[in-house]
């Protein structure tokens, strides 16, 4: 087979001893989960899996069952998608998340492994407190006064992508609420560099954090950029691209808001209850008024629940049982909450955008769906996620309650491309605003 393909005896040699290592691998471990790899050894199944990871996914769990393992680039990535391997992901001592992210935090922000490891714990201690539910009071006034001020350079009226009307509102707004006015730039000219430099970090990011930074030089040129810019504050660069996540799931809240006009229809209703008559004032919107909207809350929950990560990962440090396999060290294992929240068995009709189903978590008391993983679990769960929910909610309050829309495009579908953070739509969605009278 190699011969034919013209390859230099040195090279067959290597090829050879990786698929002998390959098979001797499997024969070892009888008990590993099915494995999909190629007949190009180290490369294994990248090519497939890299056209569109999220179709892969869903293929191979169809074809292989709940548990099965992906072989690319040299390394072994399994996957769990039942909730056995959930409950596993969640809570064994036996996966570490640290080990898994830490390579990803190198690549993408520059910080040392040494320096990760010491100072991680306490970030995130630091973090959860900071950004609790308890805490969200001390947001939401400057968030709004910011929203509103970003929000003005809209004019009265005109005609956007939905998605880059949202972003030039939101990275300014959010990243000034969270770490002080002062980082984002003030000039429009500025502005549009920044905005340039981030959207950029963020295309590429799932890709540089995999690879070295020499492949990708445009990546790396606007990561510079920024990492020199946030220095100022951030003394510990965090991996996190906050604003640039948020405003992901707004716009996709306002896509399915805009586009079922009974649902739009009860959250004007919901609006004119709270603040009177919607129009183009600028409202001030505290906590207490947000719990009066639930129904905002739920349309930003769905959203997210239909545009969440196309996987999570953890290390497996010791090998682990899940189901009948044995999953060994060294493997990535992953999660993947997009299609987890797509399993009729916890989200009945799936597909369909459906805010009332709701009503069932017990957000009261902070608790979400059963299955709803968009955040994590466990102890690494995200921290902002109830700034990320605050945040969303108060944007859709507040762009609604001040413009009005003619949608100029379907919604777009997501694309299957993306594995890590939300999903970014694969066309534009253009939508002409006005503000009311
Ligand atoms: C809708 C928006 C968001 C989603 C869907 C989201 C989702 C996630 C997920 C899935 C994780 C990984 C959990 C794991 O692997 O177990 C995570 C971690 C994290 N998130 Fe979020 N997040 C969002 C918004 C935010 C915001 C607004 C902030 C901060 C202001 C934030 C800060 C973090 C941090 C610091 C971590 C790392 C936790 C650690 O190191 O242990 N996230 N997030």
């Given at each position: ?56 996914i ?36 036996d ?35 900071k950004?609790g ?57 500025e ?14 990011f ?28 951030v ?10 996540i ?155 309650h ?36």
């Open positions: 087979l190699f011969q034919n393909k013209g390859l230099s005896p040195g090279l067959l040699a290597v090829l050879g001893l990786l698929i002998v290592k390959a098979v001797l691998f499997q024969l070892r471990n009888p008990s590993c989960p099915p494995c999909i790899g190629s007949w190009i050894p180290w490369f294994g199944a990248a090519f497939q899996f890299g056209k569109a990871p999220l179709e892969f869903e293929q191979a769990r169809s074809k292989h069952g709940p548990v099965f393992t992906v072989f690319a680039l040299g390394k072994r990535f399994t996957f769990v998608t039942e909730e056995e391997g959930t409950e596993a992901f969640f809570k064994s001592k996966l570490n998340f640290e080990q898994a992210v830490q390579q990803a935090v190198e690549n993408a922000v520059s910080v040392p492994a040494e320096a990760f490891y010491q100072n991680h714990g306490n970030l995130y201690s630091m973090m959860k407190g950004m539910p308890s805490n969200l009071h001390m947001f939401t006034g400057t968030l709004c006064k910011e929203l509103h001020e970003h929000m003005a350079h809209l004019g009265t009226e005109g005609t956007g992508d939905l998605n880059d009307l949202v972003r030039h509102i939101m990275y300014p707004a959010v990243v000034n609420t969270l770490f002080g006015k002062g980082i984002c730039p003030t000039s429009q000219s502005i549009k560099e920044f905005e340039e430099h981030f959207q950029k970090y963020d295309e590429d799932e890709y540089a954090s995999q690879m070295p930074e020499c492949f990708l030089r445009n990546w790396s040129k606007s990561k510079k950029w920024l990492l020199k810019l946030f220095e100022k504050v003394s510990d660069a965090e991996r996190t691209n906050p604003s640039e948020t405003s992901k799931i707004a716009f996709w809240t306002l896509a399915f808001i805009l586009s079922y006009p009974s649902i739009y229809k009860k959250i004007m209703e919901d609006l004119a209850s709270v603040f009177g008559k919607a129009g183009k004032d600028n409202i001030e919107v505290s906590e207490e008024d947000l719990k009066k909207l639930p129904f905002i809350k739920w349309c930003t929950l769905e959203a997210i629940r239909l545009r969440s990560p196309g996987a999570i990962t953890k290390k497996v440090v010791n090998p682990i049982r899940i189901q009948n396999f044995t999953v060994p060290a060294g493997d990535m294992l992953m999660l993947s909450p997009y299609w987890l929240h797509r399993n009729p068995k916890y989200f009945p009709d799936p597909e369909m955008f459906k805010p009332d189903r709701w009503k069932e978590a017990n957000l009261e008391k902070n608790a979400f769906l059963d299955s709803f993983v968009a955040f994590g679990g466990g102890k690494h769960q995200c921290p902002g996620r109830w700034f990320a929910i605050m945040e969303i909610q108060l944007f859709v309050v507040l762009f609604l001040k413009y009005e829309f003619v949608l100029l495009d379907a919604v777009p579908k997501e694309s299957p491309l993306h594995l890590v953070g939300t999903q970014q739509p694969m066309a534009p969605f253009r939508v002409q605003y006005k503000c009311r009278e």
